[in-house]
């Protein structure tokens, strides 16, 4: 039995390999040196498992002497850390048995450093993926009817090719055969997958010779052979479905096409085992299809939300790139295993990774098409944004828009009898397409007003009539599917400020709307008096007069307010209108106002009662001494007194009424300071 399919250094010299080991397991934990990165079974370090978690740094035998020795975590007594130190100074790393706490050192991936080969396969096996949601497909069911429904949002597998009118090489055919077919001469672009690099000066002839050894120096990879013009491809057709939507086959002018036209229509793909191809969009949102006719292949896809694309716009543009592996910075990212024989349609925009479990051949192809436009175009902003060079793009992508928009208004402006021959999917794509297009033509218009772009093709007159002819179309088309209701355009051509967040976009128009709103000035009349209730006394009793005239509420004067005299709320007559109280007039923060008027009314509040307690006391000493004096007969009855607080708690009660009515009427402290500057005024 093979010792797990892979050996490291101390295997070699381990005198204790043997089959009841490798059956329990026992290699399945490996440890990674600090130093030099190389990889060790723990099994073979003679380390357990139980000790792999105690040591915090490793260093291997031949790291010690440049790099120290190796350092524990005190996660246990002092003594049995020695113990562990010295049974062995390796540090361990767990990769397998506990993924969630592997710690992988991506720092081979930079400056070319790759000392460890198969980095790429264990970082993967490290990291944990979603089950994907997509749907599979009998080859017979993938129709335009299909694509109109869906809008080919997402991805879909075809387990079988029947039904696909397609034609395919077969699994017998060998790496040998494409370089017969292709030429031993053609050129071939080779990536070194440990620095996801390119490495020059290879041909076919060569590639045939590496992939069929059985001893390669370095893993590699080969993604982008386009054969089209081979006589490799004489055999080979795109399933119709790619076909029937593909915009060089039906927007490409034909007599262009033996000329010059985008070559990105068939690509054979050779991958080696254990080879990997890093997150990435394909080049200007163009979709793809795959077929696997040898071996195998897992994907790694990402949705391309709004949020996703601009996460993978920071990464891609920056420097860490090579050392940040793009699945850990979104929230979600689908493992698809595909096998031969499968067919995968791969939409627009979405971000994918690729890994090779076993040496595989490909047959693929790019295509643009009409379902989402808008997240082509993105995806063309977003590689003119990051600087994508220009071999990495999709070729004369603006010019193909251009003959897709010529194309577009002829359909357009055909007469289907009132009845649209276009789903949602196609004419919100249409809008976004001429939308963009305008705001590509006047930064044209910016840079040169009197020489035309070489993106624009000849046939285009009038780029901006064109695309006027075509929102006009697109607005009756949707007119006609709304029972003739009005459309507003304006949806679509926001959907391409995709830069500015909706939290931003709502903050902008807030602030505008508040600008727009005019300060209230309040204007306030002076409010009449209230009429006090009169006072009935009894004359029959003499103890009903003697009440304090410190009770009698006084509405005579003049120029006070309603709310008392001016001198009993706590503002003199001659006294200025302070800061305080013209800043609280001029705020137009309601909470503000409020909080400063609770202040004042409470602190008026205060003085308020220590006068009415002192009044109050006076009273009641007063009343006190009129009791005393009263007859021994209303004394034994209690009547005098009681007639008395009766009179005093009805005076009381009827001061107390008309400060309360007072008080509900009184509004704030501005409105009182208002009164006041009119009446200076």
């Known amino acids: 039995m093979e010792q797990n399919s892979e050996k490291c250094p101390l295997c070699i010299t381990s005198a204790t390999t043997t089959t009841t080991n490798q059956d329990n397991g026992l290699y399945d934990t490996w440890l990674q040196c600090d130093g030099c990165s190389t990889w060790y079974h723990a099994y073979c370090a003679n380390i357990s498992k139980e000790q792999c978690d105690l040591i915090e740094r490793y260093h291997c035998t031949l790291c010690i002497p440049t790099h120290g020795p190796s350092t524990c975590k005190m996660t246990r007594p002092p003594f049995f850390l020695r113990l562990c130190l010295l049974k062995n100074q390796n540090k361990p790393k767990r990769r397998k048995s506990e993924r969630e706490h592997t710690r992988l050192n991506y720092a081979d991936l930079n400056e070319g450093k790759t000392a460890d080969q198969k980095i790429w396969s264990k970082i993967l096996r490290a990291k944990g993926f979603a089950k994907d949601p997509f749907k599979r497909y009998q080859g017979h069911q993938v129709t335009m009817d299909l694509l109109k429904e869906t809008g080919m949002r997402e991805p879909f597998v075809i387990e079988q090719p029947d039904g696909l009118d397609m034609q395919m090489p077969s699994s017998t055919t060998t790496i040998s055969d494409i370089a017969n077919a292709v030429g031993h001469n053609h050129p071939v672009e080779v990536i070194d997958v440990a620095t996801q690099s390119e490495s020059t000066g290879w041909d076919m002839g060569r590639w045939s010779e590496y992939y069929q050894s059985n001893e390669r120096d370095r ?232 020489s035309q772009s070489m993106d624009i093709p000849s046939e285009v007159n009038d780029p901006q009539g064109l695309l006027t002819d075509i929102l006009t179309g697109v607005e009756r088309e949707l007119k006609q599917a709304n029972n003739n209701n009005e459309v507003d355009m304006k949806i679509f051509k926001n959907k391409l400020h995709y830069g500015k967040s909706e939290k931003k976009k709502k903050k902008k128009e807030k602030k505008q709307k508040d600008s727009s709103v005019p300060r209230i000035v309040l204007k306030l009349n002076k409010p009449s008096p209230p009429i006090p209730e009169p006072i009935t006394h009894n004359n029959n009793n003499d103890e009903d007069d003697d009440y304090d005239d410190d009770h009698i509420v006084n509405n005579d004067h003049g120029d006070d307010d309603e709310y008392g005299s001016i001198e009993e709320e706590g503002i003199t007559d001659d006294e200025e209108i302070s800061k305080e109280d013209l800043e609280i007039m001029d705020s137009d923060d309601e909470e503000y106002q409020e909080q400063q008027v609770q202040r004042k009314t409470s602190t008026i509040s205060r003085n308020n009662n220590r006068k009415r307690s002192r009044t109050h006391s006076g009273t009641l000493s007063k009343s006190n001494s009129n009791n005393d004096s009263s007859s021994s007969s209303d004394d034994d009855l209690g009547t005098s007194k009681r007639k008395n607080m009766n009179m005093n708690n009805y005076k009381r009660s009827t001061f107390e009424s008309t400060r309360s009515s007072s008080s509900k009427k009184q509004s704030t402290v501005k409105q009182r300071l208002l009164e006041r500057v009119s009446k200076r005024l």
């Open 219 to 450: 893993i590699r990879n080969v993604i982008s052979l386009e054969i089209s013009d081979t006589s490799f491809a004489k055999d080979i057709i795109r399933p119709k479905i790619v076909r029937d939507i593909d915009w060089i086959d039906h927007m490409w002018p034909e007599e262009l096409k033996p000329v010059e036209y985008p070559k990105v229509q068939l690509y054979c793909l050779m991958g080696t085992k254990d080879s990997y191809t890093d997150f990435h969009i394909d080049f200007g949102g163009s979709s793809v299809f795959y077929h696997i006719f040898k071996g195998s292949k897992i994907f790694y896809f990402i949705e391309p939300t709004s949020k996703n694309l601009k996460k993978y716009q920071k990464w891609s543009s920056s420097p860490d790139q090579s050392v940040t592996f793009f699945g850990d910075e979104v929230k979600e990212c689908f493992s698809v295993h595909l096998k031969a024989g499968n067919t995968m349609i791969i939409p627009t925009g979405w971000i994918h990774a690729v890994y090779t479990p076993e040496d595989a051949l490909v047959i693929g192809g790019n295509f643009l098409h009409g379902y989402n436009i808008g997240t082509q175009v993105r995806i063309f902003d977003i590689e003119e944004l990051t600087n994508v060079p220009m071999k990495f793009r999709f070729p004369f992508y603006k010019r193909i828009n251009w003959y897709a928009a010529l194309r577009y208004r002829d359909q357009l402006n055909q007469d289907n009898n009132g009845k649209s021959s276009f789903t949602y999917y196609e004419l919100e794509s249409i809008a976004l397409l001429a939308y963009w297009l305008r705001k590509d033509y006047m930064k044209i218009e910016e840079k040169s007003k009197n």
